[in-house]
């Protein structure tokens, strides 16, 4: 398979930047003495470089999700990949994107940033879904990369893995990267399960949300293995301090809490569906696979506003194709209650 028709000929002709630690194979031997990095080598439990693969938690992050480490490249957050991704594939003024519409703004904010255009797909009303028969005539032999978001970020729903099957065969030069951002709240399972039969599949995860680890930037790729290699090459070689690895592998440790955590959010996330629904005040509650609902309500602004007054901040997704939206992340029970009784004293 050749990765030509993916990256752009100076990236697949990069010589990376090679790290001291990428030479030194005993980087791990605790006996070594590191004159190589220009460290300061008095300890002070910062003073050395971070590991530039990831080594230790790329393999704890692989053995939870059931694939290989080598599959996997891991970001300054999922945000990051983005970029990487746009940056390695697209030759600037010269190729474009395709995302759907609404979604994350990311992708085109940083395909922006790149100099790459985006085309954009409306998803189809009323639930949603990705516009496969249009996606043909929009993307052309210069579309890189198709972003799909599943769930999708500010809709909720999710997009079935038939679709994502389609959309990689229809568009065998072009790698459609499916953003699971939410993936752990979703009762379904991930698009990595596709990986072995669509080679154009690059998946997106993050520690940031049901692992609940937004503050320490950590997001995962997971592909074929001589694209992620490609992707290696590119990305900063410390891009994920040391102390957030470090404590992303602490933190990983706690399956049980995590499981309980996402499974008590799922639960409230119900529940206010419920309530949001009963409540009578908004034209449209969305049903959820995240841990966000979208409402709908002519008076947005004013409610977001006077929640905003009142010390909770909700945000506001007033656009093209969710016009009057409000998404509303899941909180704590208490603080969703406290969400609620602002909005039942509203009325
Ligand atoms: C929150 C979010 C991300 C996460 O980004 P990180 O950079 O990993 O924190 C990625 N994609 C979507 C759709 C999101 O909503």
Redesign the pocket.
């Known amino acids: 398979m050749e990765l030509n028709k993916f990256f752009r000929p100076n990236i697949l002709a990069l010589t990376p930047y090679s790290c001291a630690r990428d030479e030194f194979a005993g980087f791990q031997n605790a006996e070594a003495v590191f004159l190589d990095a220009n460290e300061n080598p008095y300890p002070n439990g910062c003073n050395r470089y971070p590991d530039p693969r990831h080594t230790a938690l790329r393999q704890r992050i692989a053995q939870l999700r059931g694939v290989a480490p080598q599959r996997i490249i891991m970001?300054?957050?999922?945000?990051?990949?983005?970029d990487l991704l746009i940056r390695s594939t697209c030759r600037p003024a010269l190729d474009n994107i395709v995302v759907f519409s609404p979604?994350?703004s990311?992708y085109e904010v940083s395909a922006a940033i790149n100099d790459v255009q985006v085309r954009s797909i409306d998803l189809l009303l009323p639930d949603f879904r990705p516009d496969v028969k249009i996606l043909s005539k929009v993307a052309d032999a210069n579309t890189k990369l198709v972003f799909l978001?599943s769930p999708?970020?500010p809709t909720g729903n999710v997009i079935p893995l038939s679709t994502v099957e389609r959309i990689c065969s229809m568009l065998p030069d072009s790698l459609v990267v499916v953003?699971e951002?939410?993936i752990d709240f979703a009762d379904m399972p991930s698009a990595t399960t596709l990986l072995d039969t669509a080679d154009n599949l690059l998946v997106?995860q993050?520690?940031?949300?049901a692992w609940g680890m937004?503050g320490l930037?950590?997001?995962?790729g997971i592909g074929r293995e001589d694209v992620v290699t490609v992707l290696g090459k590119v990305k900063p070689p410390y891009n994920i301090g040391g102390m957030a690895q470090q404590m992303a592998l602490d933190l990983l440790a706690d399956t049980d809490g995590f499981e309980r955590r996402v499974a008590e959010i799922k639960c409230e996330r119900g529940r206010m569906f419920g309530e949001l629904t009963a409540l009578g005040i908004f034209s449209r509650v969305l049903p959820s696979s995240a841990n966000y609902i979208l409402v709908f309500s002519p008076q947005c602004r004013a409610v977001h506003g006077f929640l905003a007054e009142n010390g909770v901040v909700v945000r506001l997704r007033d656009q093209r194709l969710i016009p009057d939206g409000l998404r509303i992340t899941v909180g704590t029970p208490e603080e969703n209650d406290r969400l609620l009784e602002l909005l039942k004293a509203r009325i």
Do not use: M, Q
Request: hydrophobic share 35%.
């Open positions: 970001g300054n957050g999922s945000d990051e990949i983005i979604g994350y990311v978001c999708n970020n953003d951002a939410y997106l993050t520690l940031s949300k937004a930037r950590i997001g995962i």
